[in-house]
């Protein structure tokens, strides 16, 4: 059987010529073609916002005509599309066919600039069988994280579908070790071209590929211009996971030893104590958590805590820690309930020489509900920088953007107040 993948210059905003390029673009005879990532849309945009006008959802006009084209081919196609859900916009993958869409692949480790438009995807890897070839999706700088591959192959995928912009140099050559070490096929489609918004640039680096299970390239285009490039595949070396005829690479793993892969956290291992601290789930009128953004970790989104100093007491800490880093003033703050449980988070072991780190095993933390009075807004120009930006959060998208090793506290105090984090009724906001 025969697959390929499309490398094309997507016009930003352009989606409608987008659509048309890639129906033609489109070869006869392949069971599946892989589009770039966010082939529709383009890829440059700086905010939800700006993107918003172009992402349509999954049964939209776009993915409807690739549809129609794929009903016309008898055939496959794993388009990147900007995809609009539930008002939020995700970096998606959809894999379509002639009866319609299959399944769609929300981006989950978001690259760059992606982190400020896009909601992170938070749903597992999935393989289908479509045409005799069990395909899963992955979508460009997932390549940097071996889990995604690695789960993918894991779930019997013959084909990684792989649709990209890429700007980095590494990942044509780091897929053929994906490739090698989950003994699959990928196909990478990426995109040619710049891009431009304001003052911000990108050159995306072409080079799209397919991959056999033994590493070898099989097809390549170029790294500038459109092309598309088509392999003859045969899916059952990919089920073959023998590296030598003794070698069977996933029988031979021993998933036991590999649970620091699985765990949310590996502590460290210190006697240090925890440090006590306070945490806010300033709520809005429409039960929503504040959450800001950490200057020094763009797409890392948290609630505002901080340590208690010698002498404060919990709720000074708590007011004190709001001024500082959301910049609403202490008499601002209305504190509406606070947890009767210390809930404690570890510091990774990666984390060892965080200068926090070196002197706590991690935060022993008081959770308060706090409103803002009438008028008072966050806002960074009035804080210490800490954050760089706010956003109002449900508690599920909070937790899906909070870092790993903070979900299980943040999620066991959301639960503890799940009765505060509704829209409140006799609000005008509500
Ligand atoms: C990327 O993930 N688009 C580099």
């Not at 939800?48 to 349509?56: C, L």
């Not at 940097?144 to 894991?154: K, V, Y």
């Not at 960074?380 to 953007?401: H, K, M």
Request: glycine letters at 6%.
């Amino acid at each position: 059987m025969r697959v390929a993948c499309v490398q094309f210059q997507p016009l930003r905003t352009a989606v409608t010529a987008n659509v048309d390029r890639m129906i033609a673009f489109w070869p006869d005879g392949c069971v599946l073609t892989v589009f770039p990532e966010l082939a529709t849309t383009g890829y440059l945009f700086l905010s939800p916002d700006e993107i918003r006008v172009y992402a349509e959802p999954a049964d939209g006009p776009s993915l409807s005509r690739l549809i129609q084209a794929a009903a016309a081919k008898n055939a496959y196609a794993v388009v990147g599309f900007a995809e609009a859900k539930n008002g939020r916009i995700y970096n998606s993958a959809a894999l379509v066919g002639p009866h319609g869409v299959i399944d769609v692949y929300r981006k989950v480790h978001l690259f760059d600039r992606e982190l400020s438009v896009f909601s992170p995807g938070r749903e597992a890897w999935r393989v289908h069988d479509v045409g005799g070839l069990r395909v899963g999706m992955m979508i460009c700088f997932d390549w940097l994280f071996p889990e995604a591959a690695r789960a993918l192959a894991l779930a019997g995928a013959e084909l990684i579908a792989h649709p990209s912009n890429l700007v980095l140099p590494y990942c044509q050559d780091a897929m053929i070790t994906r490739c090698l070490e989950n003994r699959v096929y990928a196909a990478t489609a990426n995109r040619v071209g710049e891009e431009t918004d304001g003052e911000t640039s990108l050159h995306f680096t072409g080079k799209s590929q397919i991959v056999s299970p033994k590493g070898e390239r099989l097809a390549q285009a170029g790294a500038e211009e459109d092309a598309v490039v088509v392999a003859e595949i045969d899916p059952s070396l990919a089920y073959d996971k023998r590296a030598t005829p003794s070698n069977h690479i996933f029988a031979q793993r021993v998933p036991h030893l590999y649970h620091a892969l699985t765990d949310d956290i590996v502590p460290l291992r210190s006697e240090k104590p925890y440090r006590l601290n306070v945490a806010a789930i300033v709520v809005d009128r429409l039960g929503r958590i504040l959450a800001g953004e950490r200057s020094d970790l763009p797409g890392v989104w948290q609630l505002p805590q901080g340590g208690i100093d010698p002498g404060e007491s919990e709720e000074e800490a708590l007011r004190r820690e709001l001024a500082e880093e959301i910049g609403v003033a202490a008499e601002e703050i209305e504190i509406v309930a606070r947890s009767n449980e210390v809930r404690t988070y570890s510091f990774p072991a990666y984390l060892r020489r965080m200068r926090i780190a070196q002197e706590w095993s991690g935060q022993a933390q008081r959770y308060f509900v706090v409103r803002l009075k009438k008028g008072a807004e966050p806002a960074v120009e009035a804080s210490d920088g800490e954050f760089c930006a706010f956003r109002w959060l449900a508690a599920e998208e909070l937790l899906a953007q909070a870092v790993h090793f903070k979900r299980a506290a943040y999620a066991a105090a959301f639960s503890e107040f799940a009765h505060l984090l509704r829209p409140d009724p006799l609000s005008d906001d509500a």
